[in-house]
């Protein structure tokens, strides 16, 4: 082995000339050194030499040994002269060649690698130590092959973090081995990221996505640092996950709104709605809370939980019923209850409302006539003249008058003294109840809280979001510790097995009453309205309480959060579970048999790219680390009779924005199936974060929090399908 640095044996007297703050080259012909520059490393042929060196002006020098064996470089350091590594003029090719040497000295040498395999890539300076001081273990530290009392440690690179093509990780294998300890000598090392090179990862079990580009992998420090693959992947997701934006601003960006208020209202004894505006002018999201025994599996007598049954988009509209006697009568108008009717041509029934839309009731006979109906003078836009003739003899109820502007209006209905051929008469009939229906937008105007009386609430959904009696929010499957024979079947929300304890609505932050409004008695309206529920977990097996839950529905104008916090009150067994579950709507309510429908066959993970659903029962799609979901569908094409109509202007944006949090912080081993799914039913496309699966034992006073937000958006013309394909 020849060395790198030779030099003239005595240099006393010249030092100030040949060693300055500069270089030297040197060569060596047997005993003959030559210098051929200025150097700062000082050189010496002695311990004794090296000792008496001024450390003030000389911080550096190389022992050159008589016996012209490996020079060696030290450095003042702390008082003390430190020996240092010296790179010797060797490159191994790959590790095979490194490894098969002779020659080395344990704590001089440093090897230039230049790449691991032939062709692979993956070089770096590996020191040469003792194999009896560390743990070889194929990757970063490397076992001699010829002189097994040495080993090669891999060196922290001076440009940049550890990759794994150094370590040999496989691009093309199952190496979660590899990963793992690309990992944990990162963080054992003290350095705060490493590198995952270009490669297809695609058959490692699911661990590796598909890479088109190299990612920093962040690593968290000390105890946060856990021996699994799932965290080696939540790490690296969640990196590449912040360098990627939101579609949030996207959506948003397309329709404008200047809604602002939500709306409360009761819609019966088991049920409440909370009406949001969407980005459309025209609609609102409405959310249904239900707690109806039948939404329930499990046993009976519970005071079940509010849980979200349904999501529409709705012209959501209050109304108020106008009988025939409060409208303004001119000419014979005779009671035949609970009806009054006139037969004579020009007679009138006027009323002036404020609303936006307008329902007339009327009887439909054999003897009925022919009316005009005029809204502000001018002829109706939906029925501007009725046939009232047929033969049900009942009432029927139809739309006169929509899109009107919010003021008021009037509305003049006219006997003409015309009717069917087969009519035996001109009469006209009006309800004495509701002949007219006024329908009232929700309103929108600033200010306190407010509580208005109406007759009812229409809620005309041209689209359903939410499948019905399908959960948004949890499941746990377990059993108590100690109960090894007892089930684990999923319990909480739609599962049943849960008692509610609470619950309270706060409108703009002041606590209202929320279940001792009379169905359609009134509504209550806020720029933010939260509804706070607590219950408890029980279990068929087993007595008592097993956990504490609160769950915060928030709304606003920015669509909908969910909040949850679960604590458990005894020790138990997991089998598995779910922080947050949220469902789109695949087919129309209920659930349309075929495939592809409704409006959502496709899924937009960020992170990891478009994926089409919608192409089989109960597949699933991801398995991945991702805080956002899009749902949303291409536009109708002939032959797809099932597909809503205007299926690529809807969309459901689900953000998980504490991914980390709710998963636990990965404190466990689980397997490749946990993270953030899609199930892919044909009536409904689920979004599941699993982070329990194989969870095993957890303490009492352990638990977890989930957090989502949703936001539904409408573009019209296949707006948010153009905008995000």
């Not at 030499?49 to 350091?77: M, N, S």
């Amino acid at each position: 082995m020849t060395a790198q640095r030779t030099v003239k044996k005595s240099l006393i007297g010249q030092e100030d000339i040949l060693y300055g703050e500069s270089s030297v080259t040197q060569s060596r012909a047997g005993n003959n050194y030559t210098i051929n520059e200025v150097r700062n490393i000082y050189p010496v042929n002695s311990l004794a030499e090296r000792d008496a060196l001024d450390t003030a002006k000389f911080t550096k020098c190389t022992h050159y040994k008589a016996d012209g064996t490996q020079p060696i470089d030290y450095e003042y350091i702390g008082g003390v002269w430190t020996q240092l590594t010296i790179e010797v003029d060797v490159q191994p090719a790959t590790i095979i060649e490194m490894t098969s040497n002779t020659g080395y000295t344990a704590g001089l040498n440093g090897l230039n690698l230049k790449e691991r395999t032939t062709g692979s890539g993956g070089g770096g300076i590996y020191d040469v130590v003792l194999a009896s001081s560390v743990t070889p273990n194929t990757y970063n530290i490397i076992a001699g092959v010829v002189d097994t009392s040495l080993a090669f440690v891999l060196r922290k690179n001076t440009d940049g973090p550890w990759t794994s093509d150094q370590f040999g990780v496989s691009k093309v294998a199952t190496d979660v081995p590899g990963f793992q300890a690309l990992i944990d000598q990162t963080s054992a090392a003290g350095m705060s990221e490493c590198v995952i090179s270009n490669g297809d990862y695609s058959t490692t079990t699911g661990a590796i996505d598909n890479d088109t580009t190299e990612t920093n992998v962040i690593l968290e420090r000390g105890a946060e640092i856990k021996t699994s693959q799932f965290n080696w992947r939540v790490s690296r997701r969640t990196t590449e996950l912040a360098k990627q934006g939101s579609l949030k601003p996207v959506l948003d960006s397309l329709l404008a709104t200047t809604k602002q208020r939500v709306t409360l209202v009761e819609d019966s004894a088991t049920r409440f709605e909370v009406i949001a505006p969407l980005n459309d002018e025209g609609a609102n999201g409405v959310w249904r809370f239900d707690n109806a025994e039948g939404n329930f599996d499990g046993s009976s007598g519970f005071t079940r939980p509010y849980i979200i049954t349904s999501i529409a988009r709705s012209l959501a509209e209050t109304y108020d019923n106008v009988g025939v006697a409060a409208m303004t009568l001119v000419g014979t108008w005779v009671v035949s209850a609970p009806y009054q009717y006139s037969l004579t041509a020009t007679d009138t029934a006027t009323y002036v409302f404020t609303g936006t839309r307008l329902r007339l009731d009327y009887l439909e006979a054999t003897n009925a006539g022919i009316a005009t109906i005029t809204i502000d003078g001018a002829p109706a836009n939906l029925v501007p003249t009725l046939d009232c003739y047929g033969v049900s003899g009942s009432t029927i109820s139809v739309d006169v008058a929509d899109e009107l502007t919010d003021a008021t209006h009037t509305v003049v209905v006219t006997v003409t003294g015309t009717k069917h051929a087969s009519s035996s008469d001109f009469r006209i009939y009006i309800h004495d109840v509701q002949g007219l229906r006024v329908y009232t937008p929700l309103t929108d105007a600033a200010g306190s809280t407010v509580k208005t009386a109406f007759d009812g609430f229409s809620n005309v959904a041209s689209t359903y979001y939410k499948l019905t009696n399908s959960a948004m929010d949890y499941a746990i499957a377990f059993r108590l510790n100690s109960s090894g024979a007892a089930s684990t079947p999923f319990i909480g929300s739609v599962h049943g097995y849960e008692e509610r304890q609470t619950i309270i609505a706060y409108v703009d932050g002041k606590d209202i009453s929320l279940l001792d409004i009379a169905p359609y008695d009134g509504m209550f309206t806020g720029s933010t309205i939260q509804i706070v529920q607590t219950t408890k977990i029980r279990h068929p097996d087993d007595s008592g309480d097993f956990a504490d839950v609160t769950i915060t529905h928030t709304f606003s104008k920015h669509g909908y959060t969910q909040g949850t916090s679960w604590t458990w009150l005894k020790d138990v067994y997991i089998a598995n579970g779910y922080s947050q579950m949220a469902v789109g709507q695949g087919g129309l309510l209920g659930g349309i048999p075929g495939d592809p429908n409704g409006w959502c066959n496709r899924a937009y993970f960020r992170g990891l790219g478009q994926l089409d659903v919608g192409t089989g029962d109960v597949s699933e799609h991801g398995h991945v680390i991702t805080p956002e979901i899009l749902l949303y569908g291409t536009p109708k094409e002939a032959g797809e009779p099932n597909r809503d109509a205007d299926s690529g202007a809807h969309g459901m944006l689900i953000n998980f924005f504490d991914i980390e949090r709710s998963l636990g912080r990965f404190d466990h081993n689980q397997t490749i199936l946990d993270g953030v799914w899609l199930q892919d039913n044909t009536t409904k496309k689920k979004v599941y974060v699993q982070n329990y699966r194989n969870k095993g034992t957890t303490l009492t006073g352990d638990g977890f929090v989930g957090s989502m937000s949703i936001r539904l958006y409408y573009s019209p013309n296949d707006g948010v399908y153009n905008a995000v394909r």
